[in-house]
């Protein structure tokens, strides 16, 4: 199985702010990777696939960039709709992987 | 719109067999390139991907669960259904349905709602 790293597991920042969230593969996955959003009590929402494809209706502050091993998840101007649990997940091979998520909090 | 629904027992206990229905609309799994999946998630914790079945037939099974678990497809009724047998309260979970497209890069563009799923005598 591949393991993932996905840090920080807690992200504190305020409204206006850019930050990045990191996910780093035991092994190559070329760019199958994906970011998911989720909110308390809620089903996680497909914001990027194939590493850096923005998914229809997300916003463009939300951009994913790497490939290979190392990825990262760039918000750009947090808005106060943005904290969230976020999840990178790999599909290059079964069994499919999900970090262990970051929780974004309002600093 | 395509939307996902999952549906079966809240409770179940110890040693039986769970199953759980995901009743699905405005997609069909005998469409080349979909596949429909379940991920579940332990309260405060981590998604867990579990089995995932595709337009062809074909299912990929979790290795850790391989042995408890079955998926099946009713094309005719828009269905999948997951059964896990054995249940133990660590099994305890939100578990979730979701949609797979290969023009998507086969991540999971649509979810259910989720359904929560508790282990306990």
């Known amino acids: 199985a591949i393991w993932m790293t996905q840090s920080p597991s807690l992200l504190s920042a305020s409204t206006g702010d850019r930050v990045t969230i990191s996910c780093r593969m035991s092994q190559g996955i070329s760019s199958y990777l994906a970011w998911y959003q989720q909110k308390p009590g809620k089903a996680p929402e497909l914001l990027i696939y194939a590493a850096s494809t923005l998914q229809s209706g997300v916003p463009s502050r939300f951009s994913g960039s790497g490939s290979g091993t190392d990825f990262t998840l760039t918000i750009s101007c947090l808005q106060s709709e943005d904290f969230a649990t976020y999840y990178c997940q790999q599909y290059y091979s079964f069994p499919y992987t999900f970090g262990q998520g970051t929780k974004l909090e309002i600093k | 719109q395509i939307t996902l629904k999952e549906s079966g027992p809240t409770l179940v206990k110890p040693t039986q067999t769970l199953t759980l229905t995901c009743t699905f609309s405005g997609f069909s799994l005998s469409t080349s390139g979909v596949g429909v999946g379940w991920i579940r998630q332990p309260p405060g914790k981590a998604l867990e991907w579990l089995a995932l079945?595709?337009?062809?037939?074909?299912?990929r099974y979790s290795p850790s669960l391989k042995s408890r678990l079955t998926i099946t497809k009713d094309t005719s009724k828009n269905q999948v259904v997951l059964t896990m047998t054995n249940m133990d309260p660590v099994d305890t979970a939100t578990y979730y349905c979701a949609h797979s497209f290969l023009h998507s890069g086969w991540a999971f563009d649509y979810w259910g709602q989720g359904t929560l799923v508790t282990v306990s005598s």
């Open positions: 079945i595709y337009w062809n037939d074909d299912k």
